[in-house]
Each structure stands twice: as C-alpha cells, then as structure tokens.
C-alpha cells in the first residue's frame, strides 16, 4: 500500500455552528505529527477543514516528519459560486508546499452534496441527508436525479479546473458512497468507505467498482467508534450525542468497547489490502470535541473515531503535555502500517 495514511481534523463546522477543533497550539500540531509519523507508522497525513491557513501550518509540520500531505480543505454551508473561488485560494497554499522532495496531494472538498447547498435538495445537512434516504422527495423536485448528477459533475470539473490553474500536483476528492463521480476529471480516485451492516457483504464488490476506473484508489476514510455494535453503523456511529443537553450525553446506554475498533480495523484492513487500493486514511487521529468521561452516559469518546481519547482539559500520562492517550486502536494501527508492504 502506498499511502498508509490517517484524517487530521484542523476544525470544520459541519452541524451547526460549532467548530470540530476550537483550540489550535502549533506546537500541539507539530508535536501530534511527530506521533503520527514515529508512532503510528503513517507514511501520509490528510490534513482537512475549513481553514487553509491552519491546513497550511499542519502540513509544514507534517512534511518536516517526512509524512505525504493530502491537502484537504472541508468547506460547508457553501455554494457553487462561493467554493470555487475558495478553492482556488487553497490551492495556491497548497502549491506553496509543494517543493521536491516533498509530496502534496489536494483534495477537492468531501462530500460536497451533503455539506454543501445546491446540488441536493435541503438548506440543511440534515435536510440534504433526508432527501437523499427518501426517493420520493427526490423525484418530486423540478431536476431529475439525473440533471443533479450532471450539474454536480460540472461543478467539480470547474472546481477541478479553478485549482489545476494554481497547483501543479495530483488532485483528487473525498466522495460519498452516493455520489456518482466522473473519475476522468482527477488523478486519484478518492472515497469515503465506510463498512457498515448495509454494506458489509457488498464492500468488496463495491472497492471493485472505484478500481474499474483505471485510476488509483485510495479510501480517504473507513473508521468506526468506541462502542459494541459501531462496526454495523460505520459512517453514522457518531450521531448517539445529543448536543443540546447540558452537558452534551449520549442518546443510548451503549457499551464502551476499544476492541471493536480494533476489530473493525483488521477485517477492513485486510480487505483493502487484498483488494489493492494504493493508499487509505483512517478516520481519525483525534476527535477534539468528542472528551473520554468516567461517566459512562458522558462518555462522548464512544462516539469518537479518534485512536487517542481526549481527557477534557487534563493531559496523558503516556504523552505528556498532550490532552490525550491512546485507545487501543493506536496501537493496532502502528502494527498494521509497519507490517504493511
């Protein structure tokens, strides 16, 4: 595998109004990378949120660890006019990183027609989300399913025109399991592959379909949380938190469980292995606003896909100065990229 990679949250509003990273210490960002890099064995970094200054200083850190940079601004609540210029200014911080023998892949956005406004019916991510389980909403709109396909299609090949202008590497995006992506418009086929129960017996079969594009792939995320039965919600594990309550609770009486992580990685490790992707990040490093709490229904880290769980204001014993230790998935991790051609 190429890229034995993990997702690095440098915040990004994605519900709400509420920054996944608030507090942003470069020397918390350069020490995480020099984890990311000796510890866990990662060999690439994508380095994603709203901010490209602060994508900026990360990937100066990761690529003095000798880590390969995915450059990957996460805009939201954004529409077409307002992201292509967006983009175009990522990617001329981008090009700045981008001097030999350094390596920088930019990645066009995640997800765009869930987070972002005009190409699924719904003002809302919540909205957007319903329409896409619900068909019939879908049919009743004035566009076709189709006409949205293609108008989606046609804003990614001008966002992907707008940044080859000012960024001379490979390119690539985040896609949606949904999303149905011209693949001839990028170098790297990039998807977010979840295994969940839906998917479970069909995840090979549908790896298969992204390597019929003749292009590399790589699994830009595929993680699972801290709790028995994450691995059959795989992408969605992270909505049991009720974030109105105070202090934020989980939604279930679910059971704390850092071997299902574990579990998950191996078996979805193993398949990507045999199915020859080039590269995969798992999702993530740290889930910043997502704090371990010895009050089991406070336990926001359940619901965290992070391999370190955040201690709330205290520091780890294992890292000190870090406001975090690692689960048992950090581990696992490290194992699995050291071993892995």
């Known amino acids: 595998m190429r890229w034995k990679g993990i997702n690095y949250d440098i915040g990004v509003v994605s519900i709400g109004d509420r920054l996944s990273r608030e507090s942003f210490d470069p020397l918390q960002v350069r020490r995480e990378m020099e984890v990311i890099a000796r510890d866990l064995n990662c060999n690439a970094v994508r380095i994603s949120g709203s901010d490209p200054a602060r994508i900026a200083l990360a990937a100066e850190e990761a690529l003095a660890q000798g880590l390969a940079v995915w450059f990957a601004p996460f805009p939201t609540s954004m529409t077409a006019e307002e992201l292509i210029p967006y983009f175009t200014a990522c990617a001329q911080a981008a090009e700045t990183l981008r001097q030999p023998p350094s390596h920088v892949v930019f990645v066009v956005g995640c997800e765009m ?39 989606f299609n046609v804003f990614l090949g001008q ?11 490979p390119v690539t995006y985040a896609s949606g399991a949904w999303e149905q992506v011209d693949w001839s418009l990028f170098d790297i086929v990039g998807v977010d592959a979840y295994r ?22 790589v699994v830009t995320e595929f993680g699972c949380c801290t709790y028995k039965g994450a691995q059959d919600r795989g992408g969605l594990g992270w909505t049991i938190v009720d974030r109105a309550a105070r202090p934020p609770r989980l939604t279930e009486d679910v059971i704390r469980d850092e071997q299902t992580q574990v579990d998950y990685l191996a078996e979805v490790f193993d398949i990507l292995e045999e199915e020859r992707v080039e590269g995969a990040f798992w999702f993530t490093f740290a889930s910043y606003t997502y704090p371990w709490n010895p009050n089991s ?15 709330d204001g205290a520091t780890g014993e294992q890292y000190p100065g870090m406001p975090w230790e690692p689960k048992q998935a950090f581990y696992a991790l490290a194992e699995r990229y050291a071993n892995s051609d």
């Not at 809302?124 to 004035?142: D, F, G, I, K």
């Not at 966002?159 to 001379?168: D, G």
């Not at 995840?203 to 292009?215: E, I, M």
């Not at 359940?302 to 370190?308: K, P, S, T």
């Open 159 to 169: 966002s992907v025109a707008a940044v080859r202008e000012q960024f001379a590497g």
């Open 196 to 217: 969940d129960a839906g998917n479970k017996d069909a995840y090979r079969k549908q790896l298969r379909a992204y390597l019929a594009h003749g292009r590399p792939v």
């Open 113 to 151: 027609s869930l987070y972002n406004s005009g190409f699924i019916p719904g003002a809302t991510m919540w909205e957007r989300m319903q329409a896409m389980m619900n068909p019939a909403l879908l049919a009743s709109q004035s566009a076709s399913p189709e006409e949205l396909l293609r108008r």
């Open 297 to 311: 229904r406070h336990d926001l880290d359940c619901a965290a896909y992070g391999v370190v769980k955040l201690l």
